[in-house]
């Protein structure tokens, strides 16, 4: 009798795409991976256990649209082989959530290095046609008007002590304060 296990998966979207990725053991043969419009399913065994996942997206995805890969990579001893899949939705929209029902799973987690929000798109687009992947602080300047006539303001000292800060109060002592509270409680 083998021992039934949720295979874990990490998932990422895109306005039209969803991301997932399966993390299984080198070992783990795929017995079913199963995607139609609504549902989602995947099986696989090894001699000791099977890996088992399945749910119904939160809307629609084209069956039409899905691109599969596979990779194996080491992680600390062991070796792990991860299934990767880019899922079309159906229809171009930001979903809350992957899952159809409001519920949360403990073998599904968000891959943050796949993940974008819907805004993020402002950003990869370069706010008013400024290109941020190679950001010049001078460039950004000059769009602004510059200052007076392009120059950059003058920063030097900027962050140094002023001795116009006025003066801090002092601190009292933390064990003269722990001796009043002892005198207050005896």
Not at 46 to 70: L, M, P, R
Not at 118 to 135: H, P, Q, Y
Request: hydrophobic share 35%; with cysteine; aromatic share 12%.
């Amino acid at each position: 009798m083998s021992n039934v296990k949720n295979a874990p998966i990490a998932w990422a979207q895109r306005e039209d795409l969803i991301f997932m990725t399966i993390e299984l053991d080198s070992s783990v043969t795929i017995e079913e991976l199963k995607i139609t419009g609504t549902s989602f399913k995947f099986r696989g065994t090894t001699k000791d256990a099977t890996y088992e996942s399945s749910f119904d997206f939160f809307a629609e995805v084209n069956e039409e649209d899905i691109k599969k890969g596979a990779s194996t990579r080491p992680n600390y001893c062991f070796i792990f082989r991860y299934i990767e899949l880019a899922i079309g939705k159906s229809k171009s929209e930001w979903w809350p959530r992957l899952l159809k029902e409001k519920i949360k799973v403990h073998w599904l987690k968000v891959d943050f290095g796949k993940w974008k929000e819907e805004d993020d798109s402002d950003v990869e687009a370069g706010l008013g046609g400024m290109d941020f992947n190679n950001f010049d602080l001078s460039q950004y300047t000059n769009q602004m008007g510059g200052g007076m006539g392009g120059m950059a303001p003058d920063l030097d000292g900027f962050g140094d002590d002023d001795e116009d800060d006025g003066d801090m109060p002092e601190l009292e002592d933390a064990d003269e304060e722990n001796g009043d509270a002892e005198k207050r409680h005896a």
